[in-house]
């Protein structure tokens, strides 16, 4: 069955940088595009960054040039390096995995920007 597992969240300092990452299970990583969301309490789960399974990306406005989605297909391994942190990009981040009209999630990593 699909798994995803994400880790590298944490607490970090306005202007820091963090790395997230997703160990995929379960099906064949590297034939589907992937995703990363992330929610803040009492807000809606957003997409924060999409990467196809030929390697190109796109990004929500908010992170757009300060955050990089990869994969490396060789470890089944999705990943979100996020740069100059705000304090407006704690949420928990998940991992996404969209196979037609089925969502598949990670349990999520909290990421919590703050002084």
């Known amino acids: 069955q699909v798994q995803l597992v994400e880790s590298g969240g944490g607490l970090v300092q306005p202007g820091g940088s963090l790395r997230l990452s997703c160990a995929a299970s379960?099906?064949?990583?590297?034939?589907?595009?992937m995703s990363w969301y992330r929610q803040a309490p009492g807000k809606e789960r957003d997409m924060v960054a999409h990467?196809?399974?030929?390697?190109?990306?796109n990004y929500a406005n908010s992170v757009q040039g300060r955050s990089t989605i990869s994969r490396d297909n060789a470890k089944n391994t999705l990943y979100l390096q996020m740069n100059s942190l705000k304090p407006e990009d704690t949420a928990v981040y998940y991992c996404?995995?969209?196979?037609?009209?089925?969502?598949?999630w990670g349990q999520g990593t909290q990421v919590t920007v703050s002084s």
């Open positions: 996404n995995l969209r196979v037609g009209w089925t969502d598949y």
């Open positions: 379960g099906f064949t990583f590297s034939s589907y595009a």
């Open positions: 990467i196809t399974s030929g390697g190109y990306s």
